[in-house]
């Protein structure tokens, strides 16, 4: 029987939260090549993978084009700083890096006719006025507002992306990604399950913003992997929600976690950053259907894991 020749999959971003959790998947029949910049990711999060002979890992910008002596197969482009935080601190670098970036690696695909996903994000939906969110409601974005940075560039690079699927006839897929959660997240980096382990670990004030009744619903990063790898495997372009539609209130969701780690925190409520969306849920019918996929980790269980994990960790 002939053996078939395992692919050549390109990661960036591969060293942050889901990246490195993507990267343990495929590179279990694959040969992953990971390219990172460092700006929010971390080494700690590849270690395990340094000495496996395919892995190989780059430390470059996407912003800058990108030589590979390499043909590549699969494009996962995961690169982009995506925590609130960083949207107020480095906005331009975060246009830049979904336009440019997206961009240049859209580049690479044409040159190997690699398949290529774009890590695009539910923020697209801005501060959505329709509930729940499917694929083809188009969004209510504040274009010059503190997140544009963040929710344009995705905008940016959904077009892109497309334009090269039209114009280049580049076989490409959109996963609009909604909150994801897990092992490895950056305990500082303003995302809110981050925040409220960390702080109720450490028996401090856990911080909601407004009153807490803004809803979210949360995917645990083992099923958001699955999701991305069923896509690329599908013969779907997107875009496609993927995230889990479970909604909870940001203040129940305090009360769990401080629960859930036997917290002497006290809850304390702040001012609400601008263009924060009141609700945030996806419909995930086009998932269920052209990727046969639907979110496996309840809530508990899912946080459970994260905590372990920020325990031992942190
Ligand atoms: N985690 C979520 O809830 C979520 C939700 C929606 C969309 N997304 C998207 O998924 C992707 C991964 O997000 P994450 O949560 O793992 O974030 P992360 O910050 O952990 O990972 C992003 C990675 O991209 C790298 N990076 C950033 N700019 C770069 C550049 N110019 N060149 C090279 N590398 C660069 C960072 O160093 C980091 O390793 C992002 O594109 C993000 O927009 C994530």
Same mark, same amino acid.
């Given at each position: /029987?002939?053996?078939?020749?395992?692919?050549?999959?390109?990661?960036?971003?591969?060293?942050?939260?889901?990246?490195?959790?993507?990267?343990?998947?495929?590179?279990?029949?694959?040969?992953?090549?990971?390219?990172?910049?460092?700006?929010?990711?971390?080494?700690?999060?590849?270690?395990?993978? /340094?000495?496996?002979?395919?892995?190989?890992?780059?430390?470059?910008?996407?912003?800058?084009?990108?030589?590979?002596?390499?043909?590549?197969?699969?494009?996962?482009?995961?690169?982009?700083?995506?925590?609130?935080?960083?949207?107020?601190?480095?906005?331009?670098?975060?246009?830049?890096?979904?336009?440019?970036?997206?961009?240049?690696?859209?580049?690479?695909?044409?040159?190997?006719?690699?398949?290529?996903?774009?890590?695009?994000?539910?923020?697209?939906?801005?501060?959505?006025?329709?509930?729940?969110?499917?694929?083809?409601?188009?969004?209510?974005?504040?274009?010059?507002? /503190?997140?544009?940075?963040?929710?344009?560039?995705?905008?940016?690079?959904?077009?892109?992306?497309?334009?090269?699927?039209?114009?280049?006839?580049?076989?490409?897929?959109?996963?609009?990604?909604?909150?994801?959660?897990?092992?490895?997240?950056?305990?500082?980096?303003?995302?809110?399950?981050?925040?409220?382990?960390?702080?109720?670990?450490?028996?401090?004030?856990? *911080?909601?913003?407004?009153?807490?009744?803004? *809803?979210?619903?949360?995917?645990?990063?083992?099923?958001?992997?699955?999701?991305?790898?069923?896509?690329?495997?599908?013969?779907?372009?997107?875009?496609?929600?993927?995230?889990?539609?479970?909604?909870?209130?940001?203040?129940?969701?305090?009360?769990?976690?401080?629960?859930?780690?036997?917290?002497?925190?006290?809850?304390?409520?702040?001012?609400?950053?601008?263009?924060?969306?009141?609700?945030?849920?996806?419909?995930?019918?086009?998932?269920?259907?052209?990727?046969?996929?639907?979110?496996?980790?309840?809530?508990?269980?899912?946080?459970?894991?994260?905590?372990?994990?920020?325990?031992?960790?942190?």
């Amino acid at each position: /029987m002939k053996r078939m020749r395992s692919k050549v999959i390109l990661v960036t971003g591969g060293a942050g939260f889901i990246g490195s959790h993507l990267i343990d998947r495929l590179i279990e029949k694959n040969r992953v090549i990971c390219v990172d910049n460092l700006s929010t990711g971390s080494c700690k999060n590849i270690e395990h993978l /340094m000495d496996n002979k395919n892995f190989l890992f780059i430390e470059h910008d996407v912003k800058k084009p990108l030589k590979l002596d390499e043909k590549v197969d699969e494009i996962y482009h995961l690169a982009s700083r995506a925590s609130p935080i960083d949207f107020e601190k480095f906005p331009v670098d975060i246009l830049l890096t979904n336009s440019l970036g997206t961009y240049n690696m859209l580049e690479l695909a044409r040159r190997d006719r690699a398949k290529f996903l774009f890590a695009s994000t539910s923020e697209v939906y801005g501060d959505p006025e329709k509930h729940p969110q499917s694929e083809n409601y188009w969004g209510n974005v504040n274009s010059i507002g /503190m997140r544009s940075c963040y929710d344009e560039s995705k905008r940016f690079g959904e077009s892109l992306v497309s334009s090269y699927q039209r114009k280049f006839k580049l076989s490409t897929k959109i996963a609009r990604i909604f909150n994801t959660y897990g092992s490895r997240m950056r305990a500082d980096d303003g995302r809110v399950i981050p925040n409220f382990i960390t702080q109720s670990l450490n028996n401090e004030n856990v *911080t909601i913003y407004g009153e807490g009744k803004q *809803t979210r619903s949360f995917c645990h990063v083992n099923d958001m992997v699955d999701g991305l790898t069923k896509l690329m495997s599908s013969k779907s372009a997107g875009p496609v929600n993927i995230g889990n539609p479970s909604e909870i209130k940001i203040l129940d969701l305090a009360k769990l976690i401080k629960r859930m780690t036997d917290s002497k925190s006290e809850i304390v409520f702040e001012r609400m950053p601008e263009n924060d969306p009141l609700r945030r849920k996806p419909d995930i019918e086009k998932a269920r259907k052209e990727l046969n996929w639907k979110p496996l980790t309840d809530l508990e269980p899912g946080l459970k894991i994260t905590i372990d994990w920020f325990r031992k960790s942190c």
